[in-house]
């Protein structure tokens, strides 16, 4: 792994001196580019901390998906994570927390709701729409009142956001569109050498991303399907809406249409009949429970939905790297997990 003594030693040097007009900042962003021609990889809880502390990106995992991180607090370091994903800044992003008081410091009021479903379901995929405080730079929001929130279920990103002073802003560590990583590998293969630093948890538990609820209005409202099914919320919120499916939801920017893209061709359906209908190319499948005789990959011979979702993006990634013409999705059965995983597969589709 890369020696970060000369980078801890330039930013005392570089701390010492006066910033004029965020010209600092910039020379260290340089060096370190510089520095790291491959991004390092490494568990130490520390040093990733260090660069977060730095205004650096650093790639954490958590249970649904690697995220991309910053300092949630620090508009020029999360004005990175757009820069290096190529996210469009209409489309907000979620802080993590370790804490409810950290929580606290980012809402404007925590209604008694989202107590009550923090209490069962965190830490883990489910993320609040809450009305944010002035704490939260609008850059995180894309200029919304509201701010998305979760407290992730995984013990190094949990020790590591409880170490911190702020939150971590944090979408999907992959350029915009693309498949999400489930592994410090999918990261460095899409970002390595545009960040300094991927901090390694293995392979993600639960592997589609958080399940976000709006709680901001007179009742819940479901904005994207995720690791926690919408019946396991409904039970708690009582009345909630399901609003997932539009085009341009500006409510939910990034529940674009076409979203968690392979490079390749994708169809969902059928796959004997979609395969019947592309005879002339190479098609390989990613089926549920078998491939249906094609050459392909399968989420889960057991029909297990669970580990369907957590094999769902690296499968995906695996066929988009191999030399078919068609990868063809089989849609899993509508329920629990399957929910997101078949709205995923949707929108890779093309
Ligand atoms: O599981 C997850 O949620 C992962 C891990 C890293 O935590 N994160 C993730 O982030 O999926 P991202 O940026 O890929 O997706 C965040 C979604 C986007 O669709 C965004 O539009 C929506 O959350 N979102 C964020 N803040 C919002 C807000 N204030 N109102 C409505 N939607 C919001
Ligand atoms: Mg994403």
């Not at 790639?59 to 995220?67: D, H, M, N, Q, W």
């Not at 620090?74 to 409810?100: C, M, Q, W, Y």
């Not at 609008?138 to 013990?155: A, C, F, K, Y």
């Not at 939905?305 to 695996?318: C, D, G, T, Y």
Request: charged letters at 20%; one cysteine or more; a positive charge.
């Amino acid at each position: 792994m890369k020696n970060h003594r000369p980078i801890a030693k330039g930013r005392k040097i570089l701390s010492s001196l006066r910033d004029i007009h965020g010209v600092k900042e910039r020379i260290f962003t340089f060096v370190c580019q510089i520095y790291f021609m491959h991004t390092a990889v490494g568990t130490d809880i520390l040093q990733a901390a260090n660069f977060l502390k730095s205004g650096e990106l650093v790639a954490i995992p958590t249970e649904t998906v690697y995220g991309l991180a910053a300092n949630g607090f620090d508009p020029i370091a999360v004005a990175k994570i757009f820069e290096v994903k190529n996210r469009p800044t209409f489309d907000p992003l979620i802080l993590h927390v370790g804490s409810f008081k950290m929580l606290r410091e980012l809402t404007a009021d925590v209604p008694a709701i989202a107590h009550e479903l923090a209490k069962i379901f965190w830490p883990g995929p489910l993320t609040f729409i809450l009305n944010k405080s002035d704490k939260v730079p609008s850059i995180v929001t894309s200029g919304l009142e509201t701010v998305g929130v979760r407290m992730p279920n995984h013990p190094s990103t949990i020790a590591m956001l409880q170490s911190l002073p702020f939150p971590l802003a944090a979408p999907s560590a992959n350029l915009f569109g693309a498949v999400s990583p489930t592994t410090a590998r999918h990261v460095v293969q899409q970002l390595g050498s545009k960040i300094p630093f991927v901090l390694d948890g293995g392979p993600c538990d639960v592997g589609v991303e958080s399940t976000i609820v709006d709680l901001t209005g007179k009742h819940a409202v479901l904005l994207r399907k995720g690791g926690i099914a919408p019946e396991e919320i409904a039970r708690i919120t009582g009345d909630l809406e399901i609003k997932t499916s539009g085009t341009s939801n500006p409510k939910a920017p990034g529940m674009l249409i076409s979203h968690y893209a392979p490079g390749k061709r994708l169809s969902v359906g059928d796959v004997k009949r979609i395969a019947a209908n592309n005879k002339n190319k190479k098609v390989f499948v990613l089926g549920f429970r078998n491939t249906a005789g094609f050459p392909g990959k399968v989420l889960s011979e057991s029909g297990d939905l669970r580990e369907a979702a957590k094999n769902l993006f690296a499968h995906l990634r695996e066929l988009d790297e191999s030399d078919c013409d068609l990868i063809i999705a089989e849609r899993v059965p509508d329920e629990g997990l399957g929910l997101a995983i078949n709205d995923r597969l949707q929108r890779a589709s093309s």
